[in-house]
């Protein structure tokens, strides 16, 4: 009981925090084997941005286990605060962090109907 306790109370700290070093430490790689600017800085402005919201999200999912979906959606939302955060503070509005958000909560989303649909026909047809 301790444990999930422990993974709950861990899951939306450990989305913020690897959505945060991840992709920088990506950035930094991407500089250093990339030798053109433009490369790095469309990875940087655009793809770098997409990631950071689907770790963000995906690593909440992913450490509670039997809440993904539920943990999921939490981190969006925070990402969706993050981003009109930023946004009132006069900068653009991240849409990129928040459409890599969404990927992830649609791919658990569609993973947990086809698990529940499975499970559906393997009843069905267990007779």
Avoid: Q
Avoid at 81 to 97: K, P
Wanted: charged share 15%; aromatic share 16%; proline share 4%.
């Amino acid at each position: 009981m301790w444990k999930k306790i422990l993974l709950y109370i861990i899951a939306i700290p450990a989305g913020l925090i690897a959505s945060t070093i991840l992709p920088s430490i990506f950035s930094k790689i991407l500089n250093f084997f990339i030798p053109f600017r433009t490369i790095t800085d469309f990875l940087d402005l655009y793809f770098l941005k997409f990631i950071s919201g689907w770790i963000a999200v995906g690593i909440a999912g992913l450490v509670a286990p039997s809440h993904r979906i539920l943990f999921a959606s939490i981190m969006l939302g925070v990402n969706l605060l993050a981003a009109f955060y930023m946004y009132s503070l006069g900068d653009e509005f991240n849409y990129l962090f928040v459409l890599g958000g969404i990927a992830p909560l649609v791919l658990l989303v569609l993973h947990y109907l086809l698990e529940k649909s499975e499970a559906k026909n393997d009843i069905r047809f267990s007779d």
